[in-house]
């Protein structure tokens, strides 16, 4: 079975660009959650999103954004790119939105320059 | 979600047990604790989650004290591959939803 699936593996974006990351949940998962890891850091949570409603907002800027599509797919979006945003993104889902097993995709590593 | 705090690093030898202890004083009555182990570059896995005494399962065990202020990941015979930061994370399965609070996590070095 296909474990979760991030897109693009690596990207680099200059500041103030924009940039869209995609994760592809585990099939049967209707909980996708984002968070970001700087390095050496453990992830900061920014959203989870579940049956395409948002559930949960980490303290992040409004510059970051999501949302859920029906196949329960999900889009993270951040605008205005500072190099502070340089980071791992990660995907994670789960079949509920209690419970606090989840299942990790590889990131997406993002570079600002 | 309960705080917690590790050591930073620790060190072993392949073959070893490896034992990392991890402190939550202000865990919560209906708290969980789960562990997972993150490779370089690659997403946190989950390791193993309970909530009192002892669980084990294929890959380690964790040990919960009556009190249930710490508990302690075990991992037998440790080889290279083991080499990862481990995250021990506590909170409530049926409030927290999936919002996890990691720490810093314990780097463990495995050495031949």
């Known amino acids: 079975d296909a474990g979760v699936t991030q897109s693009p593996t690596h990207l680099i974006k200059t500041r103030g660009q924009h940039v869209t990351l995609r994760c592809s949940p585990i099939?049967?998962?209707?909980?996708v959650s984002w968070y970001q890891q700087v390095l050496g850091q453990g992830p900061q949570f920014i959203f989870q999103?579940?049956?395409?409603?948002?559930?949960g907002r980490g303290n992040f800027p409004d510059r970051f954004s999501a949302r859920q599509f029906p196949n329960y797919s999900s889009e993270l979006n951040v605008n205005a790119l500072l190099l502070g945003d340089s980071a791992l993104y990660l995907c994670?889902?789960?079949?509920?939105?209690?419970?606090?097993?989840?299942?990790f995709g590889a990131g997406t590593r993002l570079s600002v320059l | 979600l309960a705080k917690t705090t590790q050591p930073i690093s620790m060190d072993s030898y392949e073959g070893q047990e490896v034992n990392i202890t991890c402190s939550h004083n202000?865990?919560?009555?209906?708290?969980?604790i789960t562990w997972y182990q993150q490779f370089p570059s690659q997403g946190p896995r989950f390791i193993i989650q309970?909530?009192?005494t002892k669980v084990t399962n294929e890959v380690a065990s964790l040990f919960i004290p009556a009190d249930r202020k710490s508990s302690t990941l075990s991992l037998p015979r440790v080889s290279l591959s083991d080499t990862a930061v481990y995250y021990c994370?506590?909170?409530?399965?049926?409030?927290?939803?999936?919002?996890?609070?990691f720490g810093g996590g314990t780097r463990l070095m495995v050495k031949p």
């Open positions: 994670a889902s789960s079949f509920r939105t209690s419970g606090n097993i989840q299942y």
């Open positions: 099939s049967g998962h209707k909980s």
């Open positions: 999103y579940y049956e395409k409603e948002e559930r």
């Open positions: 202000n865990i919560a009555t209906n708290d969980y």
């Open positions: 309970g909530y009192k």
């Open positions: 994370l506590v909170g409530d399965l049926e409030n927290a939803g999936n919002m996890l609070t």
